[in-house]
Protein backbone atom coordinates (compact mmCIF):
# COMPACT_ATOMS: atom_id res chain seq x y z
CA UNK A 1 0.00 0.00 0.00
CA UNK A 2 2.53 2.46 0.94
CA UNK A 3 4.30 1.53 -2.33
CA UNK A 4 1.64 2.91 -4.52
CA UNK A 5 1.00 5.69 -2.18
CA UNK A 6 5.17 6.69 -2.64
CA UNK A 7 4.63 6.19 -6.63
CA UNK A 8 1.58 8.13 -6.64
CA UNK A 9 3.05 11.21 -5.25
CA UNK A 10 5.91 10.54 -7.30
CA UNK A 11 3.92 10.96 -10.63
CA UNK A 12 2.48 14.43 -8.84
CA UNK A 13 5.61 15.59 -8.41
CA UNK A 14 7.07 14.85 -11.65
CA UNK A 15 3.46 15.94 -13.41
CA UNK A 16 3.92 19.45 -11.24
CA UNK A 17 8.07 19.95 -12.67
CA UNK A 18 6.97 19.42 -16.62
CA UNK A 19 3.87 22.55 -15.90
CA UNK A 20 7.10 24.42 -14.58
CA UNK A 21 9.41 23.81 -17.00
CA UNK A 22 6.39 24.89 -19.38
CA UNK A 23 5.87 28.09 -17.69
CA UNK A 24 6.69 31.06 -20.02
CA UNK A 25 9.47 33.59 -18.89
CA UNK A 26 7.62 36.30 -17.47
CA UNK A 27 7.96 39.40 -18.32
CA UNK A 28 7.58 41.83 -15.19
CA UNK A 29 10.27 43.74 -13.91
CA UNK A 30 10.08 41.45 -10.59
CA UNK A 31 10.93 38.15 -13.11
CA UNK A 32 14.48 37.93 -11.18
CA UNK A 33 13.62 37.85 -7.90
CA UNK A 34 10.60 35.78 -8.48
CA UNK A 35 12.57 33.32 -10.16
CA UNK A 36 14.94 33.34 -7.02
CA UNK A 37 12.35 32.62 -4.56
CA UNK A 38 11.24 30.03 -6.95
CA UNK A 39 14.02 28.03 -6.92
CA UNK A 40 14.66 28.63 -3.02
CA UNK A 41 10.83 27.18 -2.44
CA UNK A 42 11.80 24.28 -4.70
CA UNK A 43 14.98 23.27 -3.08
CA UNK A 44 13.55 23.51 0.59
CA UNK A 45 10.26 21.26 -0.59
CA UNK A 46 13.06 18.87 -1.96
CA UNK A 47 14.95 19.22 1.38
CA UNK A 48 11.31 18.30 2.87
CA UNK A 49 10.88 22.09 4.62
CA UNK A 50 7.71 22.09 3.65
CA UNK A 51 6.62 25.73 5.62
CA UNK A 52 9.19 27.79 4.13
CA UNK A 53 9.19 26.47 0.91
CA UNK A 54 5.54 27.45 0.94
CA UNK A 55 6.48 30.98 1.99
CA UNK A 56 8.87 31.05 -0.57
CA UNK A 57 6.76 29.88 -3.64
CA UNK A 58 4.05 32.08 -2.12
CA UNK A 59 5.97 35.48 -2.60
CA UNK A 60 7.03 34.13 -5.58
CA UNK A 61 3.87 33.95 -7.23
CA UNK A 62 2.81 37.53 -5.71
CA UNK A 63 5.40 39.01 -8.07
CA UNK A 64 5.01 36.69 -10.55
CA UNK A 65 1.84 34.91 -11.37
CA UNK A 66 3.24 32.42 -13.35
CA UNK A 67 0.96 29.15 -14.00
CA UNK A 68 3.97 26.85 -12.96
CA UNK A 69 5.04 28.75 -9.84
CA UNK A 70 1.06 28.36 -8.55
CA UNK A 71 1.01 24.64 -9.20
CA UNK A 72 3.90 24.12 -7.26
CA UNK A 73 2.72 26.20 -4.70
CA UNK A 74 -0.78 23.63 -4.73
CA UNK A 75 1.72 20.59 -4.63
CA UNK A 76 3.31 22.12 -1.33
CA UNK A 77 -0.01 23.34 0.11
CA UNK A 78 -0.83 19.33 -0.60
CA UNK A 79 2.04 18.64 1.44
CA UNK A 80 1.37 21.07 4.11
CA UNK A 81 -2.16 19.38 5.05
CA UNK A 82 -3.87 22.35 3.76
CA UNK A 83 -5.53 19.95 1.46
CA UNK A 84 -8.80 22.35 0.62
CA UNK A 85 -6.24 25.07 0.29
CA UNK A 86 -4.43 23.08 -2.79
CA UNK A 87 -7.60 21.63 -4.13
CA UNK A 88 -8.53 25.38 -5.03
CA UNK A 89 -5.05 26.42 -6.10
CA UNK A 90 -5.31 23.21 -9.07
CA UNK A 91 -8.45 24.47 -9.92
CA UNK A 92 -7.08 27.84 -10.26
CA UNK A 93 -3.99 26.44 -12.55
CA UNK A 94 -6.30 24.90 -14.76
CA UNK A 95 -8.41 27.48 -15.23
CA UNK A 96 -5.19 29.84 -16.16
CA UNK A 97 -3.81 27.70 -18.19
CA UNK A 98 -7.29 27.32 -20.14
CA UNK A 99 -7.10 31.09 -20.44
CA UNK A 100 -3.60 30.37 -21.76
CA UNK A 101 -4.84 27.51 -24.47
CA UNK A 102 -2.24 24.83 -22.48
CA UNK A 103 -4.70 21.81 -22.78
CA UNK A 104 -2.11 19.58 -21.50
CA UNK A 105 -1.38 21.76 -18.41
CA UNK A 106 -5.10 22.22 -17.70
CA UNK A 107 -5.50 18.37 -17.89
CA UNK A 108 -2.65 17.89 -15.21
CA UNK A 109 -4.08 20.34 -12.70
CA UNK A 110 -7.18 19.15 -12.95
CA UNK A 111 -6.27 15.23 -12.48
CA UNK A 112 -4.58 16.49 -9.28
CA UNK A 113 -7.56 18.03 -8.06
CA UNK A 114 -9.89 15.49 -9.11
CA UNK A 115 -7.54 12.80 -7.25
CA UNK A 116 -7.73 15.20 -3.88
CA UNK A 117 -10.89 15.52 -4.38
CA UNK A 118 -11.88 11.99 -3.82
CA UNK A 119 -10.33 11.89 -0.49
CA UNK A 120 -12.19 14.95 1.49
CA UNK A 121 -15.47 16.64 2.30
CA UNK A 122 -17.13 18.56 0.58
CA UNK A 123 -19.98 21.37 1.68
CA UNK A 124 -22.55 22.10 -0.93
CA UNK A 125 -24.41 25.40 0.27
CA UNK A 126 -28.32 25.27 -0.96
CA UNK A 127 -29.71 29.05 -0.90
CA UNK A 128 -33.41 29.62 -0.80
CA UNK A 129 -33.34 32.98 -2.15
CA UNK A 130 -30.80 34.82 -3.76
CA UNK A 131 -31.55 38.63 -2.42
CA UNK A 132 -29.18 41.46 -3.73
CA UNK A 133 -25.91 42.34 -1.74
CA UNK A 134 -26.55 38.28 0.49
CA UNK A 135 -23.32 37.20 1.67
CA UNK A 136 -22.14 33.72 2.68
CA UNK A 137 -18.87 32.73 4.29
CA UNK A 138 -17.72 29.52 5.27
CA UNK A 139 -14.86 29.02 7.82
CA UNK A 140 -14.70 32.86 7.67
CA UNK A 141 -14.19 32.79 4.06
CA UNK A 142 -16.63 34.40 0.87
CA UNK A 143 -18.18 32.23 -0.61
CA UNK A 144 -18.44 33.52 -4.70
CA UNK A 145 -22.26 32.95 -5.18
CA UNK A 146 -20.72 31.02 -8.64
CA UNK A 147 -20.03 28.37 -5.86
CA UNK A 148 -23.40 28.42 -4.10
CA UNK A 149 -25.24 24.82 -4.99
CA UNK A 150 -21.55 23.23 -6.02
CA UNK A 151 -19.85 20.40 -3.58
CA UNK A 152 -16.57 22.49 -2.76
CA UNK A 153 -14.09 20.31 -0.72
CA UNK A 154 -13.09 21.58 2.27
CA UNK A 155 -10.80 20.20 5.47
CA UNK A 156 -12.12 17.74 8.09
CA UNK A 157 -13.37 19.65 11.77
CA UNK A 158 -15.94 22.37 12.64
CA UNK A 159 -17.25 24.66 9.97
CA UNK A 160 -19.27 27.80 10.83
CA UNK A 161 -21.69 29.22 7.60
CA UNK A 162 -22.94 32.43 7.90
CA UNK A 163 -25.11 34.49 5.70
CA UNK A 164 -26.41 38.00 5.73
CA UNK A 165 -27.27 40.91 3.78
CA UNK A 166 -28.18 44.54 4.26
CA UNK A 167 -31.64 44.87 6.47
CA UNK A 168 -31.96 40.95 6.94
CA UNK A 169 -31.32 39.21 10.38
CA UNK A 170 -27.79 37.12 10.25
CA UNK A 171 -27.88 33.31 9.89
CA UNK A 172 -25.60 30.64 11.49
CA UNK A 173 -24.94 26.96 11.42
CA UNK A 174 -22.13 25.35 12.73
CA UNK A 175 -21.29 21.85 10.95
CA UNK A 176 -18.58 19.03 11.48
CA UNK A 177 -17.18 17.60 8.54
CA UNK A 178 -15.61 14.11 8.98
CA UNK A 179 -12.65 12.82 7.54
CA UNK A 180 -13.23 10.91 4.33
CA UNK A 181 -15.28 11.63 1.34
CA UNK A 182 -19.01 13.26 1.77
CA UNK A 183 -20.95 15.33 0.91
CA UNK A 184 -22.34 17.50 3.74
CA UNK A 185 -25.61 19.43 2.65
CA UNK A 186 -26.00 23.04 3.85
CA UNK A 187 -29.50 25.28 3.77
CA UNK A 188 -29.37 28.58 4.03
CA UNK A 189 -33.30 30.05 4.82
CA UNK A 190 -34.73 33.03 3.39
CA UNK A 191 -33.04 35.57 6.18
CA UNK A 192 -35.93 37.73 7.52
CA UNK A 193 -36.36 41.43 7.57
CA UNK A 194 -34.85 43.69 10.43
CA UNK A 195 -36.89 45.30 12.43
CA UNK A 196 -35.58 49.33 12.90
CA UNK A 197 -34.72 49.64 16.47
CA UNK A 198 -36.79 52.39 18.21
CA UNK A 199 -36.19 55.96 18.08
CA UNK A 200 -34.21 55.22 14.91
CA UNK A 201 -35.32 57.82 11.95
CA UNK A 202 -35.83 55.69 8.44
CA UNK A 203 -33.32 56.51 5.82
CA UNK A 204 -34.69 59.04 3.56
CA UNK A 205 -33.86 56.80 0.31
CA UNK A 206 -36.45 54.51 1.61
CA UNK A 207 -39.14 56.04 2.16
CA UNK A 208 -41.90 55.99 -0.33
CA UNK A 209 -41.89 58.78 -2.97
CA UNK A 210 -45.28 61.18 -2.35
CA UNK A 211 -46.27 64.50 -3.80
CA UNK A 212 -45.80 67.93 -2.65
CA UNK A 213 -49.26 68.44 -1.07
CA UNK A 214 -48.97 65.01 0.73
CA UNK A 215 -45.53 65.89 2.72
CA UNK A 216 -45.77 67.83 6.03
CA UNK A 217 -45.46 71.42 6.13
CA UNK A 218 -42.05 73.34 5.18
CA UNK A 219 -40.15 74.12 8.74
CA UNK A 220 -41.27 77.65 8.62
CA UNK A 221 -44.82 76.82 9.57
CA UNK A 222 -44.02 74.68 12.46
CA UNK A 223 -43.94 76.51 15.86
CA UNK A 224 -40.63 75.87 17.76
CA UNK A 225 -40.56 74.48 20.75
CA UNK A 226 -38.55 76.79 22.87
CA UNK A 227 -37.47 76.64 26.27
CA UNK A 228 -39.60 77.76 29.24
CA UNK A 229 -39.32 81.73 29.74
CA UNK A 230 -36.84 81.62 32.79
CA UNK A 231 -34.76 84.02 33.85
CA UNK A 232 -30.79 82.67 34.18
CA UNK A 233 -28.99 83.13 36.97
CA UNK A 234 -26.63 86.03 36.96
CA UNK A 235 -23.61 83.59 36.83
CA UNK A 236 -25.19 82.06 33.65
CA UNK A 237 -26.53 78.89 32.10
CA UNK A 238 -25.41 75.34 32.88
CA UNK A 239 -22.35 74.56 30.49
CA UNK A 240 -23.00 70.83 31.13
CA UNK A 241 -24.83 69.32 28.57
CA UNK A 242 -22.81 72.07 26.14
CA UNK A 243 -19.55 69.87 27.88
CA UNK A 244 -21.20 66.49 27.07
CA UNK A 245 -21.98 67.00 23.12
CA UNK A 246 -18.96 68.01 23.42
CA UNK A 247 -17.23 65.35 24.17
CA UNK A 248 -19.46 63.08 21.73
CA UNK A 249 -18.21 64.59 19.00
CA UNK A 250 -14.47 63.84 20.36
CA UNK A 251 -15.22 60.43 20.91
CA UNK A 252 -16.54 60.59 17.10
CA UNK A 253 -13.14 62.19 16.08
CA UNK A 254 -11.76 59.40 18.02
CA UNK A 255 -13.58 55.98 16.77
CA UNK A 256 -12.84 57.37 12.94
CA UNK A 257 -9.25 58.14 13.72
CA UNK A 258 -9.13 54.17 14.86
CA UNK A 259 -11.34 52.70 12.44
CA UNK A 260 -9.20 55.09 9.14
CA UNK A 261 -6.12 53.01 10.30
CA UNK A 262 -7.63 50.05 10.73
CA UNK A 263 -9.00 50.41 6.95
CA UNK A 264 -5.35 50.69 6.18
CA UNK A 265 -3.79 48.19 8.12
CA UNK A 266 -6.37 45.74 6.05
CA UNK A 267 -5.90 47.15 2.82
CA UNK A 268 -2.52 46.88 3.00
CA UNK A 269 -2.89 42.96 4.40
CA UNK A 270 -4.72 42.32 1.09
CA UNK A 271 -2.02 43.43 -1.36
CA UNK A 272 -0.28 39.92 -0.52
CA UNK A 273 -3.04 37.96 -1.94
CA UNK A 274 -3.66 39.84 -4.54
CA UNK A 275 -1.80 40.38 -7.97
CA UNK A 276 -1.47 43.13 -10.26
CA UNK A 277 -4.56 43.28 -11.90
CA UNK A 278 -6.72 43.13 -8.60
CA UNK A 279 -7.48 39.66 -8.74
CA UNK A 280 -7.51 38.08 -5.27
CA UNK A 281 -7.83 35.42 -3.26
CA UNK A 282 -10.77 34.86 -0.80
CA UNK A 283 -8.25 35.46 2.19
CA UNK A 284 -7.63 38.72 0.16
CA UNK A 285 -11.03 39.84 -0.73
CA UNK A 286 -11.94 39.26 3.13
CA UNK A 287 -9.39 41.68 4.13
CA UNK A 288 -10.13 44.26 1.29
CA UNK A 289 -13.88 43.84 2.51
CA UNK A 290 -13.37 44.14 6.51
CA UNK A 291 -11.14 47.83 4.77
CA UNK A 292 -13.76 49.01 3.03
CA UNK A 293 -16.10 48.25 6.35
CA UNK A 294 -13.91 50.07 8.54
CA UNK A 295 -13.76 53.09 6.46
CA UNK A 296 -17.54 53.81 5.94
CA UNK A 297 -17.34 53.21 9.49
CA UNK A 298 -14.55 56.34 9.75
CA UNK A 299 -16.03 58.59 7.79
CA UNK A 300 -19.16 57.97 10.07
CA UNK A 301 -17.23 58.33 12.55
CA UNK A 302 -15.26 61.39 11.88
CA UNK A 303 -19.04 63.34 10.72
CA UNK A 304 -20.67 62.71 13.89
CA UNK A 305 -17.53 63.64 15.99
CA UNK A 306 -17.47 66.61 13.97
CA UNK A 307 -21.42 67.78 14.31
CA UNK A 308 -21.16 67.05 17.47
CA UNK A 309 -18.22 69.32 18.66
CA UNK A 310 -19.78 72.27 16.61
CA UNK A 311 -23.14 71.71 18.41
CA UNK A 312 -21.32 71.57 21.84
CA UNK A 313 -19.39 74.54 21.07
CA UNK A 314 -22.85 76.88 20.20
CA UNK A 315 -24.49 75.57 23.26
CA UNK A 316 -21.01 76.83 25.50
CA UNK A 317 -21.02 79.75 23.69
CA UNK A 318 -24.59 80.31 24.33
CA UNK A 319 -24.38 79.16 28.27
CA UNK A 320 -23.49 81.85 29.58
CA UNK A 321 -24.02 85.94 29.52
CA UNK A 322 -26.38 87.88 31.33
CA UNK A 323 -30.66 87.84 31.40
CA UNK A 324 -30.28 90.52 28.69
CA UNK A 325 -27.84 88.98 26.84
CA UNK A 326 -29.81 85.93 26.82
CA UNK A 327 -32.84 87.17 25.85
CA UNK A 328 -31.25 88.70 22.41
CA UNK A 329 -29.24 85.60 21.81
CA UNK A 330 -30.16 82.02 22.26
CA UNK A 331 -30.19 78.65 20.56
CA UNK A 332 -32.99 76.10 20.98
CA UNK A 333 -34.22 72.55 19.42
CA UNK A 334 -37.31 72.58 17.19
CA UNK A 335 -38.90 70.08 14.67
CA UNK A 336 -38.29 70.33 11.28
CA UNK A 337 -39.99 68.97 7.95
CA UNK A 338 -39.48 69.32 4.71
CA UNK A 339 -40.20 67.67 0.78
CA UNK A 340 -36.96 65.43 1.23
CA UNK A 341 -36.24 65.29 5.56
CA UNK A 342 -37.98 64.83 8.89
CA UNK A 343 -36.53 65.28 12.42
CA UNK A 344 -35.00 67.85 15.13
CA UNK A 345 -33.13 70.98 13.64
CA UNK A 346 -30.93 73.21 15.94
CA UNK A 347 -31.98 76.89 15.93
CA UNK A 348 -30.59 80.14 17.41
CA UNK A 349 -30.82 83.82 17.28
CA UNK A 350 -27.81 85.98 17.95
Known sequence: MSSVRGSRATAWVLAIGMMVLA?????????????????????????GKTDPACAKLQESYGLDPAVGTLGM???????????????REYIHT?????????AKREQVARDLAANLEKS?????????????DLSITRGGEVVPDSEWGKPIPVDPGA??????????????????APAGHSVIEVSVPALKAEKPEA?????????????????????????????????????????????????????????????????????????????????????????RDQAKSSALISTIGFGVGAAGIGVGLIMLLSSGGSAKEKSASR????????????????????
Open 23 to 47: APAPAQQDTKRAETLFQEGKKLLDA
Open 73 to 87: LAHCHEIQGKRALAW
Open 94 to 102: AELAQKAGQ
Open 120 to 132: MPSVRINVAERIP
Open 159 to 176: IEIRASASGRKSWMQTIQ
Open 199 to 287: GVAPVASAAPTASASEKEPPPEKEPPVEPPKQEPAASGGSIVPGLIVTGVGVVGIGLGSVFGLRAMSKNSDSKAYCNDSNECSAQGGDL
Open 331 to 350: VWIAPEAGANHAGLGLRGRF
